[in-house]
């Protein structure tokens, strides 16, 4: 694992990974603000890393569909399989 990875992935970062196959797993996860987050686990760092910002803060979005569109134009031209995992409180 690099120091570039030790905080969380930028944009960047994630199309690249997402290009040389280096991604295991994209979640959305939705946080305590009702706002949407995406977090990778990559093939060789079993941890869990937060899509964030230039200043470091966790990414978000207001929406569902602002974040498709994020992904699918700006990242890398991605197919979404939906898996909805109920987890209670």
Known sequence: M???FLDGLQDAELSRCLQNKMVE???IREN??????VHATLKWNSGVLPVITTRGKTREWASLDRLVKHLKTNIYSVSIDW????STP
């Open 83 to 86: 898996h909805l995992k109920i």
């Open 2 to 4: 690099t120091a570039q």
């Open 32 to 37: 305590e603000k009702s706002r949407y987050e």
């Open 25 to 27: 797993k994209l979640e």
